[in-house]
């Protein structure tokens, strides 16, 4: 099936990228291309097949639930684009 | 033989025995990269006084019989999608240019603690994702062996830094081939070990259930060495395995008794370049010669595996890569409206075409109503190429084909099409997908001198095996002492 260019839209919404008329253009004539790709998946019958969503069969891994040492706030924050002491600066959520 | 061209074996006997100090050898690799990496461009970062710094410390060590690490003193380069501590790391992309990690990744840990002189960080695919290192932010890295050609990607710096004799050692990631098909492209040994043996932490996250890290090396007694120092259980990565190291260098040279090699039918056919395809079958006879048993097996749904791939790492690479908000770290927008503005520009400006196209795709096979004929389907279909690996791995102890189905091709020659890039992973790609292991070392040159890998797969956690393998092909061959013109 077919990518329309509003649904091109909306993707680059849910991803969060602001893409140019362009961007928008070429990603939707590509888009197509690799989804018409994949579908050959469609071929197989996959009905009794578990999903593998990892290589290894781990599931939960438990530590004890003990105190160590972190790398603290200052360095945490070190790489904030904007900072306020020790918080980190983001545009207002609520009006 | 000049010292920046020998092994780091080589090189650590030499360091053993008084005949180089590791200040000595770490400025000539420094020379090397002075005098080449102007037309190879394989380093993002070279910090020569901060390798020197390190050198005279294992020198001082070893000077008064302190204890030394498996690698003192043996310059290694890194590629630039590892944390490195106060020192940069941007992965080959504009959002991070100013990133400074505020920790080391368990590898870098492990690199120190074996007295390894960090000589370097090398250039990518931005966020690994790539086959050519085109994608990178900053600069396309070349083939050493014809600089008018790609050296693969998306390890590609760490590949030629190694070919182009700039380092002994380098690290690289292997998401879908990203060791493997840049090792083969530049006439190298290298390795994607089975997915757990090698912590992922300090390993900035592209696809979580493929990514793994691995070594790039001159011959495969090296690559066993690295892949010993950095190999082992890390409490911060809980895919870590935790199963003992066994002593691969130790059963190296020890052929492997009534080998049974698996030749898959389905790597064979169309798109398979016939130079390559030439020096593959004289490697199998290689083998034959050895005394090993030939068996052709079939991995019928490997011909799926692009298709699988490129929904289930899309789909981890955008919810990974949706931590690059403007906020925490990385770039942001200097004018934006509210709050999803700020994300959607920062995220737009930061990252380059190939990164918000898996991105786009990722998000759209993740997104409501495609869920599961995309992502679900893909995992099915993962499952299934495993299967098929299981299944021969019961009937031979290693499958061995191209890594790649072409030598290194021109510079600009895939990038206007996705699809025809992706397709140069077509026989790597299926070993993430089922986590296993594999190596690939060189077998041949083409008519016109460019470097051909062999692969070497293998059941998960037989890396042992696995390096076993690829040493006995390369102890009847000379293919690994070759070094580009330069």
Known sequence: MALSHEEVEKVALLARLKLSEAELEKFTTQLNQIVGYVEQLQQLDTEDVEPMAHPLPVTNVFRADEVRPSIGTDAALANAPKRDEEFYLVPPVLD | ?486
Request: proline share 5%.
């Open chain 2, 1 to 486: 033989m000049d010292l920046i061209h020998a092994t780091a074996h080589e090189l650590l006997g030499k360091l053993d025995r008084r005949e180089v100090s590791a200040e000595e050898l770490t400025r000539a690799f420094l020379g090397q990269i002075e005098r080449l990496d102007g037309q190879v461009r394989a380093f993002l970062h070279v910090d020569g006084d901060y390798a020197i710094a390190k050198a005279k410390l294992v020198d001082g060590k070893r000077a008064i019989g302190d204890p030394i690490g498996k690698l003192a003193g043996v310059p290694i380069a890194v590629k630039d999608v590892l944390c490195t501590a106060g020192r940069a790391t941007t992965c080959g992309s504009k959002i991070l240019e100013h990133f400074v990690p505020p920790y080391d990744a368990f590898v870098i840990r492990r690199l120190k603690e074996a007295d390894a002189v960090l000589i370097g960080k090398t250039n990518c695919d931005e966020f690994a994702m790539g086959s050519s290192t085109e994608n990178s932010a900053y600069q396309t890295t070349r083939n050493p062996w014809d600089l008018e050609r790609i050296p693969g990607g998306s390890s590609g710096g760490s590949a030629a830094a190694v070919a182009a004799s700039m380092a002994p050692l380098a690290l690289g990631t292997d998401t879908g081939g990203s060791i493997r098909q840049p090792a083969s492209l530049c006439g190298v040994v290298g390795m994607k070990p089975t997915y757990g043996r090698v912590s992922r932490f300090g390993l900035v996250a592209f696809a979580s259930s493929l990514d793994q890290i691995g070594p790039f090396a001159h011959d495969v007694t090296d690559c066993a060495l690295l892949l010993e120092t950095i190999a082992g259980h890390d409490v911060m990565d809980s895919t870590s395995v935790d199963s003992p190291v066994p002593p691969y260098t130790q059963t190296l040279d020890t052929p492997l008794a009534g080998l049974r090699v698996g030749i898959v039918r389905e790597w064979f056919g169309v798109g398979l370049d016939g130079e390559v395809e030439a020096s593959i079958r004289a490697a199998i006879e290689i083998y034959r010669k050895l005394g090993a048993t030939i068996k052709e097996v079939s991995l019928p749904h490997s011909k799926y595996g692009i298709a699988a791939y490129y929904l289930v790492a899309t789909s981890e690479a955008s919810s990974n890569l949706a931590r690059y908000d403007g906020v925490h770290y990385g770039h942001r927008a200097n004018e934006f409206d509210d709050m999803i503005d700020m994300y959607s520009r920062s995220r737009a400006e930061g990252f380059g075409t190939e990164v918000k196209r898996r991105i786009m795709l990722g998000t759209y096979a993740l997104s409501a109503g495609y869920y599961d004929a995309y992502y679900v389907k893909a995992l099915k279909v993962r499952r299934l190429i495993r299967q098929d690996f299981d299944r021969a791995f019961e009937e031979v102890d290693v499958v061995v084909g191209p890594t790649a189905p072409t030598a290194a091709f021109k510079i600009g020659e895939k990038t206007e099409d996705p699809l025809s890039m992706w397709l140069s992973d077509i026989y790597t790609i299926t070993a993430n997908l089922a986590g296993i292991g594999g190596i690939s070392v060189p077998c041949g040159l083409t008519k016109s001198g460019l470097p051909i890998g062999l692969q070497i797969l293998a059941a998960p956690f037989e890396e042992e095996r696995l390096l076993r393998a690829a040493r006995m092909f390369e102890r009847e061959t000379d293919w690994h002492t070759k070094r580009p013109k330069l």
